[in-house]
């Protein structure tokens, strides 16, 4: 009897610690340990005491009286660290959470590259389009071409911010298949653009003056040099200059090519010359003759203030003056152009349009001053043949 005794103090002072070690299971392994060593004590004391009672083995546990802590509780606290391992929802809690960091940097590193693809592709592309070299512009204009020139006198060449080749016969509308006359062209400035651009389809005609049409020996001499230095400019570049043609003419009487035979008659800075010589008339009626209905005069002159007497050795010319020589011999005044205009000319210098470049025939120390000016302010007129 006291050892039974003895076995309900013992089962009732280890329960209740089983109860606590099942509540704080994750905590309190070794006590598992202890609560399961104490376990098998009361098994022991109970089956020694039930083995008068064979017959019900299962119900004495229930049947001791064991004071504040039943059975059934014991029970129960034993079943709960079977039922409480490491807490299971906790776990799809914790899948999510580690899935959405490792999804939310991919969604960015593939919207970032998506982003940034194109991108370069883009600029890649443009570059190509934004670029446009000079030398393949210039290969898409003949006349640009032209006046790019390799074989073009660079003295010529720095002319061209006064003299502006390309808007001037732009505004001239000559084009590379139409034959051009170029008047009394003096060392070939505008031939070096002109007769290039012609030679595949048009026809460049060089019109000089004929040195046997001189009386004064002074005259002949300046015109057979203006007359050879040309040919020979020509025959020197033939790649550039084979196609096109000298042609001698008599300023009192010019005939510059069979009747009706050009597109296009140009003339630069000779109308003064013409009027103080005494045939201004005459050469305008030879433009009209030579150019096909419809054709088109071309006239760029130094432009004077006003009119101009007769005798006047300024080297300017009144425009008013040059539109009723054209007119007189039957053009029609089609349009004006201020490409070629200077505002900085004031016209009143000491020798007059030879005062300023290209001549300069100026004192030294004016070099600057007159530099600044540059070249004189010209009026540019086109006319037109009537059909």
Request: aromatic share 6%.
């Amino acid at each position: 009897m006291e050892r039974q005794r003895l076995a309900r103090l013992l089962l009732a002072a280890v329960l209740p610690a089983g109860l606590c070690a099942a509540a704080h299971a994750q905590e309190t392994k070794p006590t598992e340990a202890a609560v399961e060593q104490a376990a098998e004590k009361p098994a022991e004391a109970a089956a020694a005491q039930a083995a008068p009672q064979a017959a019900q083995p299962a119900a004495t546990p229930a049947a001791v009286p064991t004071g504040p802590v039943p059975t059934g509780p014991a029970q129960t606290g034993a079943e709960k660290p079977a039922e409480q391992p490491a807490p299971k929802p906790a776990e799809p809690a914790a899948a999510p959470a580690a899935e959405k960091p490792a999804e939310k940097p991919a969604e960015k590193t593939a919207a970032q590259a998506a982003q940034a693809a194109p991108k370069p592709a883009e600029k890649t592309a443009e570059k190509p389009a934004a670029r446009k070299p000079a030398a393949a512009a210039a290969a898409g204009n003949p006349l640009k071409a032209a006046i790019a020139g390799s074989w073009r006198d660079p003295n010529n060449i720095a002319r061209d911010q006064y003299r502006h080749p390309l808007e001037t016969l732009q505004f001239f509308g000559v084009r590379p298949d139409q034959t051009v006359v170029e008047i009394t062209p003096g060392g070939g400035w505008y031939s070096e653009i002109l007769a290039p651009y012609l030679r595949e389809k048009g026809r460049y005609v060089a019109a000089v003056v004929d040195p046997d049409s001189q009386t004064k020996d002074s005259a002949r001499i300046y015109y057979d040099k203006a007359k050879t230095g040309l040919e020979k400019k020509f025959a020197d570049a033939p790649l550039q200059y084979a196609a096109a043609v000298v042609a001698a003419y008599d300023p009192f009487k010019p005939a510059f090519g069979p009747a009706n035979s050009a597109d296009v008659v140009l003339t630069f800075r000779n109308v003064h010359n013409w009027r103080s010589a005494g045939q201004a008339e005459v050469m305008f009626k030879g433009f009209f003759e030579v150019l096909k209905p419809g054709g088109t005069l071309g006239v760029v002159e130094h432009r004077a203030k006003a009119d101009v007497p007769a005798d006047d050795k300024s080297g300017y010319v009144g425009q008013a003056q040059v539109i009723a020589m054209a007119e007189a011999a039957g053009f029609r005044l089609e349009g004006k152009s201020e490409v070629n205009a200077n505002p900085r000319d004031t016209k009143d210098y000491p020798k007059g349009v030879w005062t300023l470049p290209p001549s300069n025939q100026h004192d030294a120390a004016d070099e600057a001053k007159y530099k600044a000016i540059g070249e004189s302010d010209r009026m540019t007129l086109r006319f037109r043949k009537p059909r």
